[in-house]
């Protein structure tokens, strides 16, 4: 008697795509800035804003062209990561519009420029670019390894970047900061750009490097002490890091830059002794620097108390005026469109918007906000450990580390944690080269997440083994 058996191989069992739950996310994450639109209109007029509808559509549609493009080419990725961006992209707007409505700030612009120009308008104009960025990194970035090939390309594109400002005739200096260049009429950050770039070069560099930068020498006080070559690189980052603090007063983009490198560096080696160096160095170069450059003595100045120096100083008159916006919003806030933190001036609606959130929404407002922030990167950091190969791994958990840094100085200075940076919170304040870089950033981000979740596929049959035959008696 022959008995006959077939055995069939089983693929891999097929990961739940979850762009549904991202589009009914988008959903959300499009009616609550258009509610808050309204509100801010009914506070403001007591009637239903004219541009509401254009606002709605317009942020629907950018949603919808961002979901359609992540369901077609990124079916995998993270289902968070989209509508956390929106939605901070979107009361964003929501906050620039209501600022441009205030008659203070409409006065100070005439009496300075002559001229009124609404910056909501740029901002959803930027956003539409920062989409376009996010669909184009999808669509050209078909595998994130790719990047690897050019890590040292990216690092001298980043040095590019970062010295451009200094550049006679293409720099500028906004209140201080030489982070500026003028290209074609419009004002661009490069340093915004340069840190994504610079998360490539990290990523490709220590995937390298990690094994010997892990070594220790020496055990000292229970820090393992790496050996005296192998702190070049940290010793070569933290003395461009001082560079950019000194001839560009940019105590923001110094401390991202440093940061992202120790917290990256951390994680390719697992040494706590970097960690605790870098935090030594960059305390040490702050101070030194401090102690010489007039922009930066200000606003530590500002920081440590700036009620002593309102009357000499603009930046501790901005400061006096950010404490007293989070002070009497209190615990819910004054509500949407009813507060003042249009009089800390200029810059109500890029360095200071927090401000607004934490006076018109209160500190409840502000943990929410922060709540979001730190959604983003957890997802991003759960990318990487999710990412199967060590660049992904670093790549992803770089760009997660800078934006965590960013909120970090954004968010620190402006309550009076540490001085202020002059850098743009992600998503919310007004600027065209941030909303457009961090676009670029969750595009990143979908991409490895995409990857990282996307099923193995299933191996080859073997014509061998797909039928056995065993015979019996």
Same mark, same amino acid.
């Given at each position: !008697?022959?008995?006959?058996? =077939?055995?069939?191989?089983?693929?891999?069992?097929?990961?739940?795509?979850?762009?549904?739950?991202?589009? +009914?996310?988008?959903?959300?994450?499009?009616?609550?800035?258009? $509610?808050?639109?309204? =509100?801010?209109?009914?506070?403001?007029?007591?009637?239903?804003?004219?541009?509401?509808?254009?606002?709605?559509?317009?942020?629907?549609?950018?949603?919808?062209?961002?979901?359609?493009?992540?369901?077609?080419?990124?079916?995998?990725?993270?289902?968070?990561?989209?509508?956390?961006?929106?939605? #901070? =992209?979107? !009361?964003?707007?929501? #906050?620039?519009?209501?600022?441009?409505?205030?008659?203070?700030?409409?006065?100070?612009?005439?009496?300075?420029?002559?001229?009124?120009?609404?910056?909501?308008?740029?901002?959803?104009?930027?956003?539409?670019?920062?989409?376009?960025?996010?669909?184009? *990194?999808?669509?050209?970035?078909?595998?994130?390894?790719?990047?690897?090939?050019?890590?040292?390309?990216?690092?001298?594109?980043?040095?590019?970047?970062?010295?451009?400002?200094? *550049?006679?005739?293409?720099?500028?200096?906004?209140?201080?900061?030489?982070?500026?260049?003028?290209?074609?009429?419009?004002?661009?950050?490069?340093?915004?750009?340069?840190?994504?770039?610079?998360?490539? $070069?990290?990523?490709?560099?220590?995937?390298?490097?990690?094994?010997?930068?892990? %070594?220790?020498?020496?055990?000292?006080?229970?820090?393992?002490?790496?050996?005296?070559?192998?702190?070049?690189?940290?010793?070569?980052?933290?003395?461009?890091? #001082?560079?950019?603090? &000194?001839?560009? =007063?940019? #105590?923001?983009?110094?401390?991202?830059?440093?940061?992202?490198?120790?917290?990256?560096?951390?994680?390719?080696?697992?040494?706590?002794?970097?960690?605790?160096? /870098?935090?030594?160095?960059?305390?040490?170069?702050?101070? /030194?620097?401090?102690?010489? +450059?007039?922009?930066?003595?200000?606003?530590?100045?500002?920081?440590?108390?700036?009620?002593? @120096?309102?009357?000499?100083?603009?930046? @501790?008159?901005?400061?006096?005026?950010?404490?007293?916006?989070?002070?009497?919003?209190? &615990? %819910?806030?004054?509500?949407?469109?009813?507060?003042?933190?249009?009089?800390?001036?200029?810059?109500?609606?890029?360095?200071? &918007?927090?401000?607004?959130?934490?006076?018109?929404?209160?500190?409840?407002?502000?943990?929410?906000?922060?709540?979001?922030?730190?959604? &983003?990167?957890?997802?991003?950091?759960?990318?990487?450990?999710?990412?199967?190969?060590?660049?992904?791994?670093?790549?992803?958990?770089?760009?997660? /580390?800078?934006?965590?840094?960013?909120?970090? *100085?954004?968010?620190?200075?402006? !309550?009076?944690?540490?001085?202020?940076?002059?850098?743009?919170?992600?998503?919310?304040?007004?600027?065209?080269?941030?909303?457009?870089?961090?676009?670029?950033?969750?595009?990143?981000?979908?991409?490895?997440?995409?990857?990282?979740?996307?099923?193995?596929?299933?191996?080859?049959?073997?014509?061998?083994?797909? !039928?056995?035959?065993?015979?019996?008696?």
């Amino acid at each position: !008697m022959s008995v006959v058996t =077939n055995t069939t191989t089983i693929g891999a069992i097929e990961a739940p795509s979850r762009r549904n739950t991202e589009l +009914a996310l988008l959903g959300f994450a499009v009616a609550i800035p258009v $509610f808050a639109y309204l =509100n801010v209109g009914l506070a403001l007029d007591g009637e239903v804003p004219s541009g509401m509808l254009g606002y709605g559509l317009g942020l629907a549609l950018l949603a919808t062209v961002a979901h359609l493009v992540v369901r077609k080419w990124a079916p995998y990725a993270d289902p968070l990561l989209l509508p956390l961006a929106t939605l #901070l =992209n979107g !009361m964003g707007l929501v #906050l620039i519009w209501r600022l441009d409505q205030s008659p203070r700030l409409i006065a100070t612009s005439m009496r300075l420029y002559k001229s009124f120009s609404p910056d909501a308008p740029k901002q959803m104009m930027y956003s539409a670019i920062g989409i376009a960025m996010l669909v184009a *990194v999808l669509l050209l970035l078909k595998d994130h390894r790719v990047l690897q090939r050019y890590t040292y390309i990216s690092m001298a594109a980043a040095l590019v970047l970062l010295l451009l400002p200094l *550049v006679p005739g293409l720099g500028s200096a906004v209140y201080g900061a030489k982070i500026w260049i003028n290209v074609a009429g419009f004002s661009i950050q490069p340093g915004e750009f340069a840190k994504i770039v610079l998360a490539v $070069f990290f990523s490709g560099y220590l995937m390298v490097k990690r094994d010997a930068l892990a %070594l220790a020498s020496r055990r000292f006080m229970g820090l393992y002490l790496p050996r005296g070559r192998d702190l070049g690189p940290i010793l070569t980052i933290w003395a461009i890091s #001082l560079l950019i603090l &000194i001839f560009e =007063n940019d #105590l923001g983009t110094s401390l991202l830059f440093f940061g992202m490198f120790v917290i990256m560096l951390y994680v390719a080696t697992e040494r706590t002794s970097w960690i605790v160096m /870098g935090l030594l160095m960059s305390v040490a170069g702050a101070v /030194g620097v401090a102690s010489f +450059a007039g922009h930066v003595q200000d606003r530590v100045d500002a920081w440590a108390d700036p009620f002593s @120096c309102a009357k000499d100083v603009p930046a @501790c008159d901005q400061m006096t005026e950010v404490l007293m916006s989070f002070g009497s919003g209190g &615990i %819910l806030g004054t509500g949407l469109g009813q507060g003042n933190s249009d009089l800390i001036g200029f810059a109500a609606n890029s360095d200071f &918007i927090f401000a607004t959130v934490g006076e018109e929404l209160g500190l409840t407002g502000v943990m929410v906000f922060l709540l979001f922030y730190g959604l &983003i990167v957890e997802r991003g950091v759960r990318t990487a450990l999710a990412a199967r190969d060590p660049f992904g791994k670093l790549l992803a958990m770089g760009l997660s /580390g800078a934006f965590a840094l960013q909120i970090f *100085v954004v968010a620190g200075g402006v !309550m009076g944690l540490i001085p202020l940076t002059g850098m743009t919170m992600p998503f919310l304040a007004y600027g065209g080269s941030s909303v457009i870089a961090n676009w670029a950033l969750i595009g990143i981000l979908i991409r490895i997440s995409d990857t990282a979740r996307r099923p193995a596929p299933a191996p080859a049959p073997n014509p061998d083994a797909e !039928m056995t035959q065993v015979v019996r008696p």
